[in-house]
Structures are given as C-alpha cells and as structure tokens.
C-alpha cells in the first residue's frame, strides 16, 4: 500500500465525504451542475446557498456529491475549477450517455472499481478490498489496521477521524437502517452489489464468487486499467497479478481464481484477439496484442460498451 501511495506521489485521504455513503443519483447530479456552468464551474456549484437550492439537500450532503464526483472519475477538480471527465461524459451526457440514471449493474461495478482500486481519495475503500485478507472481519479490526499505517507513517489523522470513515466505508456496502432523510434513506449505490454482507454480533463478511451481476465489459475496463497503472508490464501479464495483486480485478471484485479464468479466457472473443489468454506449460498469462500502454484510456472506454449494449 504504501509503495503505491509514494510512487503515485499521492496523499492517503480518510475525509471529505462529510460520512454519507455514495447515492445513485449524486453522481449525475454533480455531472449536470458542473456542465450547466461556464467551464470550469467555480468551488461555489458545490458549496453555499445556491448548492443547497440546486441539489435540494444540506450543505454538508452538497460536500459529500462533490467528493463521490471527483473521486468515481465523473468531474475532475482543477486549479480554476470543477470539469466533467471524459468517463463522465461516457455515462452522463445528455444526448449519448450510456446510463442517466445509474440504473445499469455495470455502472454500480464501474464505480466500485473506481473508489476501490486506487488509494487516491478513498484510501479505507482501497485498504479494505486489498489489504484485509481475513473472509470475516469487524470495524474494530479495520480501524486498528489502518491507525497501525498512519502511526507507522506519521500521518496525522485522528482516530475520530478514521473511525467516521471506517463507519461510512461499510456503510457503503452494508447499508444502515433508518435515517433522518430520504437521502440517507435511500439505498447506497454500492450496497446494491452485495460484495459485503453483516453477521451476528457486528462482524461483516466479504463474498466471493463468479458475480454473475459484473459484466464481461467492466472487467475488461478494470483489467486494462490496472495494466495501464503499471509502466513496466509490458504485453504480457500472469495471471497470478490479475487475480491477486493489490488494486487488481480479482481482488477489488473478489473474484475467485476460477472465475478470473473464466473471465479472461472470454476476453479474446470480446476484444477481437487484442487480448488473448494463454495457458501452457503450467504458465497461464494474458498477451496484449492491441494498443501500446499509452493507447490503454481510450481503448478500455471501447471495451466498456460491451457492458452497456
């Protein structure tokens, strides 16, 4: 974890989402606000009086869309302001987005790639789906293994702090009951994908499996992307990384290795041969035989419409 963070020259961030997990429709409501505006749309779309007429929720909720935004890849925070990003445009544009409402299961995945893959923003997303390899765990387990990384690192984060954000991690997945608004009523996005479910006596349990609800599209997304965040890898990845490595699909979706292999070998078909798998010898790989890595952000978008035909 922590070599991704300082070679991504990236901060661990455990705030910003003012604890209200992310709602379907927040994320196409900060889409619309941000191109209803003169570009770049000013820090004033998201805060203040007018945000709380323009979102129709309080000040603190205005906050929290403005962080699921940025951090699900649908705006992008610049020093002059807040502009849509091409994936948002992919999802949300008026006249060819492939999913206005968040209706779709391959939006809810995309999205749990984008919060959960990367430490950037979301780090107790990314630490959960990673680094917490127990099938059973509790909040308890959580928040100690996270104060252990800052204390070790000498970040300075509150444990208050990091328990609020534990709290609402978890509560993305495992939604609580009741609520003091039809916000907070309202299903979290993410809880639609059961990746996490609650036992007795407040412990959680992730599941694994096939997740016949992710579609063949998002995880060839997913596995492009991973494979553009590393430089080195070349045109061939084992399939080991694939299902296990940090920030990998099999891990961020808690794949089982089968399914990873199903998945992959489904790839040549779907990318026309430009990702083949390979097995012999005992050695099974994945050969990119299509665009350089450079080439890899506009191809995985090509490879998403599969998800949304």
Not at 49 to 65: C, L, Q
Not at 137 to 156: C, M, N, P, Q
């Amino acid at each position: 974890m922590t070599e991704l963070l300082l070679e991504a020259d990236k901060q661990p961030q455990f705030s910003g989402h003012e604890t209200f997990p992310l709602r379907q429709l927040w994320l196409r409501k900060a889409y619309d606000a941000v191109i209803e505006t003169e570009a770049p749309a000013q820090r004033s779309v998201f805060a203040g009086e007018d945000a709380i007429v323009r979102f129709g929720v309080g000040k603190n909720m205005a906050m929290s869309i403005r962080f699921w935004a940025t951090a699900c890849g649908v705006i992008d925070e610049t020093k002059e302001g807040y502009v849509p990003t091409e994936l948002g445009h992919y999802l949300f544009a008026p006249d060819t987005g492939r999913d206005l409402y968040c209706e779709r299961p391959a939006t809810t995945w995309l999205m749990h790639w984008q919060v959960a893959s990367t430490p950037e923003k979301t780090t107790t997303w990314w630490y959960l789906f990673n680094h917490v390899v127990q099938q059973v765990f509790d909040r308890e387990h959580l928040v100690k293994s996270l104060a252990g990384f800052i204390t070790e690192y000498k970040l300075r984060i509150s444990l208050a702090t990091l328990k609020r954000d534990v709290e609402c991690c978890i509560r993305s997945y495992v939604p609580r009951l009741g609520g003091e608004s039809p916000e907070e009523m309202s299903e979290p996005l993410l809880g639609e994908l059961g990746l996490i479910q609650q036992n007795a006596k407040g412990t959680f349990e992730f599941r694994r499996g096939a997740k016949k609800s992710l579609p063949d599209g998002v995880f060839a997304y997913a596995l492009l992307d991973y494979w553009s965040r590393m430089p080195h890898a070349g045109s061939v990845m084992d399939f080991d990384r694939v299902a296990h490595d940090y920030g990998s699909p099999g891990r961020v979706f808690k794949l089982d290795e089968n399914a990873v292999a199903d998945r992959l070998i489904s790839l040549e078909t779907q990318s026309k041969g430009h990702l083949q798998w390979v097995e012999q010898a005992g050695i099974r790989q994945v050969t990119r035989k299509g665009p350089a890595l450079d080439d890899l952000h506009k191809y995985k978008l090509k490879m998403l419409e599969a998800a949304y035909a």
